[in-house]
């Protein structure tokens, strides 16, 4: 079982940056995503990296350009760097970790591109991001 902490988020104001970090108990072999849910909406996927060696992240088009996931795989974690922050951001921002399902032809990155909130098999505890106008 993977075990994920999410760090502590905060409040900041519209076009403002806040960054999060998630320490991942295993960080082998895995996909790494980064979800958020508004209030009274479904949960969204953010984005998606797989933690193999040189792997570039997968984003949601809403979050293109103004957020960036990382990792440093030795040490076990998974950031998001959030810039140019909107009202709309708000909510609650969970990492989430699963492991992708073999196939033949190996591409287990590919499939971290998708981020689906019902694939993901380990979560985060959660933390509030509030961007105020």
């Known amino acids: 079982q993977v075990q994920l902490v999410d760090s502590p988020g905060g409040s900041v104001q519209a076009g403002g940056s806040l960054r999060l970090s998630c320490s991942a108990s295993?960080?082998?072999?895995?996909?790494m995503g980064w979800f958020r849910q508004a209030p009274e909406k479904e949960r969204e996927g953010i984005g998606g990296?797989?933690?193999?060696?040189?792997?570039?992240?997968y984003y949601t088009d809403s979050v293109k350009g103004r957020f960036t996931i990382s990792q440093d795989t030795a040490k076990k974690m998974l950031y998001l760097q959030m810039d140019r922050l909107r009202p709309d951001d708000t909510g609650m921002y969970y990492c989430?970790?699963?492991?992708?399902?073999?196939?033949?032809?190996?591409?287990?990155?590919?499939?971290?591109?998708?981020?689906?909130?019902?694939?993901?098999?380990?979560w985060g505890q959660g933390t509030q991001v509030t961007v105020f106008s």
């Open positions: 295993a960080y082998s072999h895995c996909c």
């Open positions: 990296i797989y933690t193999g060696f040189g792997s570039a992240p």
């Open positions: 989430a970790a699963r492991r992708p399902i073999y196939t033949i032809s190996n591409d287990y990155a590919a499939q971290c591109g998708e981020f689906n909130a019902a694939d993901y098999n380990y």
